[in-house]
Structure formats: structure tokens, C-alpha cells
């Protein structure tokens, strides 16, 4: 499945528009970047699940799509049907596209202030999320994914100004995002590896 391709038919023009260039891109994801937004678009090889995460130099880390979906108040989501692996790729892509276009200024700007009350929103829903199901089942769900080898999970459970988390089960979770960063299908030459790994740090605040 060409997941890059056909994610940057249905982003590629929009996101320009807006300043972002490819920065690099595969069948396991596609990440643009413009001079203060990096995103980063994936899929779990399987064609099962889809996501992107979003950073700016006002957010404390990446952050995922459910709560932008959530901070910008998207009700919708896409229906997927009984259709191949690459249209519901497709279906993913026209609605992001479709919500990016629809909330571009500021968001796809870039806007300080936006992205400043993004970080807040998604810290919130953080300290919530750890306080409706507290850090036991947290780290029964870090074990689980790690268990699975489930990185993307892994990403997600990536919860800031938690206490109660080993310092072992801190570097599953960036072991995870680090995994991801290292199935970017660039092993062919050691500097460009070392050097997609030190922006791929940056942009996650490992």
C-alpha cells in the first residue's frame, strides 16, 4: 500500500499552501514540516489504523490527533466501509483535509496563541485521562502494548506530569517512538539515519 502517496494527494496541496514541505516520506508515514509546525502522518503497516501527530514549539510533546479532533470540536468522523485498504486511506485522508482546510488559520499558521491553548487542552485531557483510570491500569496498558510490540499505542500512552510511572516503563514509551523513527525505511546510510533520528527526536522532545 502506497499509504504516503496517497495521503499527500489529498494533503500535499493544502499543506503547501501553507509553507510545509516533505521532510521525508514512505510507506509507513509522511512528515512535513513548515518553519514552526512539524506533522507527522502514519499507519500501522496493516492497514488497520491511522494517525498524525502534531508539534509546535508552544506544545510540551506531540500530540495526537483524537485531541486536536477533540480541541477543535470535530463531531464527524470518516465511515469506512468494506472497501479496500487504500480507499479507507483515502476516506482518512479527504477528512483530515477536509477539517485542516476548515480550521487552517491559526492552525496550519501556526498561531502561537492557538497552539499555546492546544497544549493546554491536551495536558488537561492528560491529567483526566490518568485520574479516570489511574496509573495501575496505565502501566497494565504499557505492559500490554509492549508485550504486543504495539509502538503506536505505546506513543499514545505518552501521558505529561504523570507520577507513578517506573523509569522503566518511560523508556518503552520512547523506545517506541524511537522505533517508529527507525522504520522510516532509511537504513541504507548511517548519517542520514543519525540525522532523520535527531529531528525525529526534536519533534517528539525525547
Not at 483526566?128 to 483510570?133: E, S, V
Not at 546510510?189 to 540525522?195: E, H, I, R, T
Amino acid at each position: 500500500m502506497n499509504f504516503d502517496q496517497i495521503v499527500k494527494t489529498e494533503l500535499d496541496e493544502l499543506l503547501s499552501a501553507h509553507g510545509f514541505s516533505i521532510e521525508q516520506s514512505d510507506d509507513y508515514g509522511l512528515h512535513y514540516k513548515s518553519s514552526k509546525v512539524r506533522i507527522s502522518f502514519y499507519n500501522d503497516h496493516r492497514g488497520y489504523f491511522y494517525s498524525y501527530f502534531i508539534w509546535h514549539a508552544k506544545c510540551d510533546i506531540a500530540i495526537e490527533n483524537f485531541k486536536v479532533e477533540k480541541f477543535l470540536k470535530i463531531s464527524r468522523t470518516p465511515i469506512f466501509g468494506t472497501e479496500s485498504v487504500e480507499r479507507k486511506v483515502k476516506t482518512w485522508a479527504q477528512w483530515i483535509a477536509s477539517y485542516f482546510k476548515e480550521n487552517q488559520r491559526g492552525f496550519l499558521d501556526g498561531n502561537d496563541l492557538f497552539f499555546k491553548e492546544l497544549n493546554d487542552f491536551s495536558n488537561e485531557c492528560n491529567k483526566k485521562y490518568t485520574d479516570d483510570i489511574g496509573v495501575d491500569y496505565l502501566k497494565s496498558q504499557i505492559q500490554e502494548a509492549w508485550e504486543k510490540k504495539d509502538y503506536f499505542k505505546l506513543t499514545t500512552l505518552k501521558v505529561t506530569g504523570v507520577n507513578g510511572l517506573s523509569p522503566s516503563e518511560l523508556k518503552k514509551i520512547d523506545f517506541a517512538i524511537r522505533k517508529l523513527g527507525a522504520n522510516m525505511k532509511i537504513k541504507s546510510d548511517k548519517k542520514v539515519n543519525d540525522s532523520f533520528w535527531q529531528r525525529f527526536k526534536s519533534m517528539f522532545k525525547i
